[in-house]
């Protein structure tokens, strides 16, 4: 029968108190939307939310197009995916090569390796492609890896983030702001 939760494993365990966290803060704040989201004492103006549309380039140079894009993967669960692509980023700008070793096994662990806590959607090739270039670590031994996520992102995350109800709200206010701005001047 069931041995309750002291039979699964720590990682499973670890991950189940994430998302509950998640979800607390989640269930605490109904109104979530992406027009809550600010950087500092800043928002997007209307431009940086359109420009944002022209490309998933655009969209992640932004700062505050990173954090809406971080915000909407969180609301789907997979915020791993852009967690991992700049962890990887993180890594190719390590100047120590003593350095490579432990931060490639630290990422791989994280994302990649059985029974990781954030594992990233990558085919198995790519895995064991990975795996091996931790023989012997370079700034480039995740590239493949983070090509994979970065397309799995930009084919399928971003136009769905262009698609959703929040990004749509944050849109139309800030024309709602720059509506009134103008009719005040």
């Not at 692509?85 to 432990?102: G, I, M, Q």
């Not at 096994?105 to 085919?123: C, K, L, S, T």
Request: hydrophobic share 35%.
């Amino acid at each position: 029968m069931c041995n309750g939760l002291a039979s699964l494993p720590t990682t499973c365990l670890k991950r189940a108190k994430d998302l509950k966290a998640r979800l607390a803060s989640f269930l605490q704040k109904p109104d979530w939307s992406l027009a809550s989201w600010k950087i500092g004492k800043t928002r997007p103006s209307l431009e940086e939310c359109t420009r944002w549309k022209e490309s998933f380039e655009k969209l992640l140079s932004n700062k505050h197009g990173l954090m809406a894009f971080t915000a909407f993967l969180m609301s789907e669960f997979s915020e791993e995916n852009i967690a991992f692509y700049f962890a990887c980023e993180d890594f190719r700008s390590t100047k120590s090569a003593a350095k490579l070793p432990a931060k490639a096994q630290r990422i791989y662990d994280e994302f990649i390796g059985a029974d990781a806590p954030r594992e990233v959607n990558i085919d198995h090739e790519t895995r064991d492609i990975t795996r091996a270039n931790l023989n012997n670590p370079s700034e480039s031994c995740f590239d493949m890896a983070q090509h994979r996520i970065y397309l799995l992102m930009a084919k399928d995350c971003y136009p769905r983030f262009l698609r959703s109800p929040a990004y749509k709200d944050m849109l139309s206010q800030r024309r709602a702001k720059c509506t009134s701005t103008a009719k005040k001047v």
